[in-house]
Every structure is written in C-alpha cells, then in structure tokens.
C-alpha cells in the first residue's frame, strides 16, 4: 500500500540556516505529493503540493519538487526564521482515493535566535 | 469564511468511558475526513463523508468507533468504550471537489 517516510526528529536550527526535511514515499501510480504544517495551538495548513512529477511546490520560501525517479518530496527553505518553528508532515494522495491522505510521522522544526 | 471547527480541543476520560468529538466543516464542504494521530506517530486516515453517507470506513480501528453525519453538516466521532490506546490527536478536515483539504485543529483525546 501507500506510504510516507519522513526525516526523523526533532530538527533544530539557528535562525538564516538552511533547511532540509526529507521525505519519500511508496505509491502505486501517480500520486500528488503534499507538505503540511502544524504551528503551536493550530490545525494542519497546506503548505504547498505538487501533482506531477517534476513539479516545484512553493509557499513562504518553501520548496519541494516532486522526483518520481527517486520516489522523493523533500523540503527544503534557504534561510529559516523562528517563525517557521512548527512540526512537518509530509502527505501523499491518492488520484482514486480523491483526498484521502496518506502522511509521514511528523517532523518537529525549532529554531532558535 | 469559519473554518473548520472541532469541539472540544481536550478531552480526559477514564477506560470505559464514552467520548463524542464533533466536527463542524467548512459551510457547503460535501466531503468531510476524520484523521488521528496517536502517539506522536504518523497522522491515519479513518473514515471519509460524502454528505451524508460514509464514502470510505476503512480506517476506522474497531467496532468501538462510530462516526456520523446527520444531515451533511457537522459530524460526531464517538469512541465507546475508551481504551489507552485511544489517546491521541484527532482531526477533522473538509473540502469541496478537487484535492484541498482544509484541516481542524483537533481533539486532543487522553485516555487514562
């Protein structure tokens, strides 16, 4: 079946490095690919997607680019500010499931001053 | 525009005991999802409304759960009897066609 596999953590940075949140998954057929995210006391918000291979998602400085040949979405952002500390998840959705989502375990993003 | 709201945001009950989450969707979103998110694992998928009508169940634990939706508004989830390993955060998402889904903030549910 479906799955999602995201980079373990809690991740912790200083404040302008880059990040990366690696995430892979395993899907029959053409999935499209989501990154969400959980600020303190809030729900889950789309971050940004991709619904074929090859396409960049982007939002808030958030990158991730759908690679069918690796199977990857990962999450990158150049420069990351307090602001961004959240917890990530990873998602994937199936094209016969309509939205029914299928996400990695989370990753816990803190950065620091 | 409200967006999806879900009552109450924490919940503490003893084993045993019945629990009833409610999810209020986005006004005229048909579908409607129920999440969780137990032990700061991976968020499971648990069941899928089309309206009124359950579209996908499978992800739903056990026969201890029931969820519904009278009338294609809001819905309840109602866990009974409450096991620990019920414990988690509970969310709630709707949306109209196409693949955005607009998330709740979630129950966070305490078994103990």
């Known amino acids: 079946g479906n799955s999602v596999t995201q980079m373990e953590g809690p991740v912790t940075l200083s404040e302008e490095a880059f990040l990366t949140i690696n995430c892979t998954y395993t899907?029959?057929?053409?999935?499209?690919l989501f990154w969400y995210v959980q600020y303190p006391g809030e729900g889950l918000q789309l971050l940004l997607k991709?619904?074929?291979?090859?396409d960049k998602g982007s939002n808030k400085g958030f990158e991730a680019t759908y690679r069918k040949e690796t199977t990857s979405f990962h999450l990158e952002k150049g420069s990351v500010q307090v602001s961004d500390s959240a917890v990530y998840f990873c998602?994937?959705?199936?094209?016969?499931?309509?939205?029914?989502?299928?996400f990695g375990q989370g990753t816990r993003l803190t950065i620091n001053p | 525009e409200a967006g999806v709201t879900q009552f109450p945001s924490h919940s503490v009950i003893e084993k045993g005991q019945t629990v009833t989450l409610r999810c209020d969707p986005i006004?005229?979103?048909?579908?409607l999802y129920w999440y969780r998110r137990v032990m700061g694992k991976e968020i499971k998928f648990l069941l899928h409304?089309?309206?009124?009508?359950?579209?996908?169940e499978s992800g739903m634990p056990n026969n201890r759960f029931l969820a519904e939706r009278t009338g294609g508004t809001y819905s309840t989830l109602k866990v009974q009897p409450a096991e620990l390993e019920d414990s988690g955060v509970y969310f709630c998402?709707?949306?109209?066609?196409?693949?955005?889904?607009?998330f709740g903030q979630g129950t966070r549910l305490t078994v103990v």
């Open positions: 998402a709707s949306s109209e066609q196409g693949l955005k889904a607009f």
């Open positions: 899907a029959t057929g053409y999935p499209s």
């Open positions: 991709a619904t074929k291979a090859d």
């Open positions: 998602a994937l959705g199936s094209i016969q499931g309509a939205q029914k989502l299928v």
């Open positions: 006004s005229g979103h048909d579908n």
């Open positions: 409304f089309v309206k009124e009508s359950k579209q996908d």
